[in-house]
């Protein structure tokens, strides 16, 4: 029954969410508009929603959590998102994500430093190219100016 309740919840988050983005405006006359984003992903929240709540029961009567290293791993993503978060304003988009992706990938994924280092460089510098300069969002900036 508990699971039932949280994909109504689901529903009703998603929900939620398209009204506030359709508030904010989803097409200006310049293109999507700031609400076009969250539009979609409140679609996607509502299909899962209900997905979830359609669906035949298989509900698993004893779950298991995880222990161990998986919790640390689950802690791990938690606190570097939470940390990416914080630091945002304060050293910028560029040094905190790259700092947050390189700790994910060492803690997660366990790949090389030679392999983190460079998907870390690859994709910091990718999104700041398609974010900043193509599509002209103003990324924030640390006290390097970058």
């Known amino acids: 029954m508990i699971e039932r ?3 109504v919840v689901w529903c009703l988050l998603g929900l939620g969410t398209m009204v506030n983005a359709w508030s904010l405006g989803l097409l200006g006359p310049s293109g999507p508009d700031s609400g076009l ?4 992903c409140g679609i996607i ?3 899962c929603g209900l997905t ?4 035949s029961n298989t509900y698993v009567t004893d779950p298991a959590w995880p222990r161990g290293g998986q919790m640390w791993r689950i802690a791990g993503v938690t606190a570097g998102l939470a940390s990416m978060a914080v630091s945002l304003p304060y050293v910028g988009f560029a040094v905190s994500s790259a700092i947050t992706t390189f700790v994910l990938l060492q803690a997660v994924e366990r790949s090389r430093i030679v392999e983190s280092l460079i998907l ?3 994709s910091v510098a990718a999104v700041m190219y398609v974010f900043g300069n ?5 990324l ?3 006290p390097w100016g970058w």
């Open 5 to 7: 309740g949280l994909n």
């Open 120 to 122: 870390t460089a690859a």
């Open 134 to 138: 193509l599509l002209g969002l103003a």
């Open 37 to 40: 984003f969250p539009m979609l």
């Open 52 to 55: 979830l709540l359609l669906r």
């Open 45 to 47: 929240i509502v299909i």
């Open 140 to 142: 924030p900036r640390g």
